[in-house]
Every structure is written in structure tokens, then in C-alpha cells.
T-cell receptor, first 113, second 115 residues
Framework: EPEVTQTPSHQVTQMGQEVILRCVPISNHLYFYWYRQILGQKVEFLVSFYNNEISEKSEIFDDQFSVERPDGSNFTLKIRSTKLEDSAMYFC???????????FGEGSRLTVL | AQTVTQSQPEMSVQEAETVTLSCTYDTSESDYYLFWYKQPPSRQMILVIRQEAYKQQNATENRFSVNFQKAAKSFSLKISDSQLGDAAMYFCAYRSAGSNYQLIWGAGTKLIIKP
């Protein structure tokens, strides 16, 4: 059964460093998303991406964040200069239609020291 | 702004029994979607059931059903004949019909199944 895969499963980084989280969505899906969950808090929407551009983004998704679909299969989230408060589980998701079911990856845990 | 509240951080149920997980939400919109997602330990979130607000009939998927009370803004999940594999975090989520993308989440309920 096709699934969304995310790498790395866990990354530890120093504050101020750049981090790239990678996702491989389901191959025929057209819509891509990033969500995050800070430990003990609710899951929060970051950004959605369709047709090679951002469709919607939340207030969290500031200039420190960017997304890219560099090669037609990967979907990446880059954090330019990580802060302590960026420590969270980051979930990638994809869907075939904008209103369709979201399929999630297992998440990438980011720890910023 | 819309909010989703799950007031039960943890619930436990005996195997084969029925359990109901609560979810309330706040919105001024009339058209929206509600979801229950399941997240087993160290696994990805999986859609359990979905409800369109314009539908009066409660959604059902095998052993999973919802009690959707639009006026009360309540959306509870009932799991019948609980199985060990049902043990997971369960998240309630809301999406505006005007937004295709952004899900608003509850805090989750951890469901424990006692054998």
C-alpha cells in the first residue's frame, strides 16, 4: 500500500543551524502539507503546496521556513536558522485532491539544542 | 477563529466493550468537515471517519460511528467491540469548507484497551 515517507525520523541540531526535513508523498498525489506538533501541544498547520507553489500558510510559517519540491518526488521543509521553539514533531501529508483524504507520514522529530 | 476541544486526555475500555470519545468545536461557519484520526504508537495518523456538516446522517465505518450534533457543536466517536489494535491516540479535527487545506486539531485522546 502506498504511503508517505519522511526522513530523518529524528534530527538533533544546534540553535541557529539550518535543517531540511524530507518527505516523499504518495506518487500520484497533487497536494502536499506540513504540520507540526510541539510536545504536549496540539497539531498545528504550517503550509500547503500545490502546483509548485504555496496554497496556504499559517502564521507560524514565517520567513525562516520554506518548502520546495525539487525533483518531482521529494517535498522538503527547510528551517533556515533553527530556534529552541522549533523543537517539535513535523508531519508531512499528501492528498490527491485538495478536499481529499490526507495521508500522513510517521513524522520527523526535530530537537534543537 | 475555530477551535477543537477534546476534554478526555485518556480513556480506557475493556476489550470487546464500547467506548465513546468526546469532541466539541467552536465555529461561526455553517459548512465544514469534521474528522477523527487515529495515531498508533510510532505510526502515522490514519483517517478513521469523516463527517460533512451539511449531512444530517451520522457517518459510520464498520465498528466506528459518530454522533454529530451540529447545534451543540459536538462530534463524538463511538468505537464498538473494541479491539487491542484500536489502542492509539485519537485526534478530532475540523476543516472549513472554504479552505481545502488547513486542519484544526484537538489535543487528542489516548485510548487504552484492556485485554
Amino acid at each position: 500500500e502506498p504511503e508517505v515517507t519522511q526522513t530523518p525520523s529524528h534530527q538533533v541540531t544546534q540553535m541557529g543551524q539550518e535543517v531540511i526535513l524530507r518527505c516523499v508523498p504518495i506518487s500520484n498525489h497533487l497536494y502536499f502539507y506540513w504540520y507540526r506538533q510541539i510536545l504536549g501541544q496540539k497539531v498545528e498547520f504550517l503550509v500547503s503546496f500545490y502546483n509548485n507553489e504555496i496554497s496556504e500558510k499559517s502564521e507560524i510559517f514565517d520567513d525562516q521556513f520554506s518548502v520546495e519540491r525539487p525533483d518531482g518526488s521529494n517535498f522538503t521543509l527547510k528551517i533556515r536558522s533553527t530556534k529552541l521553539e522549533d523543537s517539535a514533531m513535523y508531519f508531512c501529508a499528501s492528498s490527491y485532491r485538495g478536499s481529499g483524504e490526507l495521508f500522513f507520514g510517521e513524522g520527523s522529530r526535530l530537537t534543537v539544542l | 477563529a475555530q477551535t477543537v476541544t477534546q476534554s478526555q486526555p485518556e480513556m480506557s475500555v475493556q476489550e470487546a466493550e464500547t467506548v465513546t470519545l468526546s469532541c466539541t468545536y467552536d465555529t461561526s461557519e455553517s459548512d465544514y468537515y469534521l474528522f477523527w484520526y487515529k495515531q498508533p504508537p510510532s505510526r502515522q495518523m490514519i483517517l478513521v471517519i469523516r463527517q460533512e456538516a451539511y449531512k444530517q446522517q451520522n457517518a459510520t465505518e464498520n465498528r466506528f460511528s459518530v454522533n454529530f450534533q451540529k447545534a451543540a457543536k459536538s462530534f463524538s466517536l463511538k468505537i464498538s467491540d473494541s479491539q487491542l489494535g484500536d489502542a492509539a491516540m485519537y485526534f478530532c479535527a475540523y476543516r472549513s469548507a472554504g479552505s481545502n487545506y488547513q486542519l484544526i486539531w484537538g489535543a487528542g485522546t489516548k485510548l487504552i484497551i484492556k485485554p
